[in-house]
């Protein structure tokens, strides 16, 4: 199946369209990261808002802790790996 690239195969929450416990957990996020938007990747987790807390909270800890590689070093090959994979997030 051949998607346009705008569409995926997992139908998302939009910001707009969320709701109750999503929105909740969207606002959440909005507020720890200072973003506006929420991410494509965080939204394919938006029909099961309790496993979406359990995957920012994964993130948090595997990307954002210190560890042998700072953080700015996590973000660069997160972003190498997507443009290799031609992923969007």
């Known amino acids: 199946?051949?998607?346009p690239d705008h569409e995926t195969k997992i139908e998302l929450i939009e910001d707009k369209d969320a709701t109750?416990?999503?929105?909740e957990v969207?606002?959440?996020?909005?507020?720890?990261?200072?973003r506006?938007?929420?991410?494509?990747?965080?939204?394919?987790?938006?029909?099961?808002?309790d496993f979406l807390r359990q995957v920012m909270q994964f993130s948090d800890t595997?990307?954002?802790s210190q560890g042998h590689l700072d953080r700015r070093t996590k973000e660069a090959i997160a972003s190498w790996v997507s443009w290799l994979n031609?992923?969007?997030y």
């Open 86 to 88: 031609r992923c969007p």
């Open 1 to 3: 199946m051949n998607l």
């Open 20 to 23: 109750g416990e999503v929105a």
């Open 36 to 49: 506006q938007q929420m991410p494509g990747i965080l939204k394919c987790f938006s029909h099961r808002p």
């Open 26 to 34: 969207y606002e959440q996020w909005r507020a720890k990261s200072g």
């Open 62 to 64: 595997v990307h954002f």
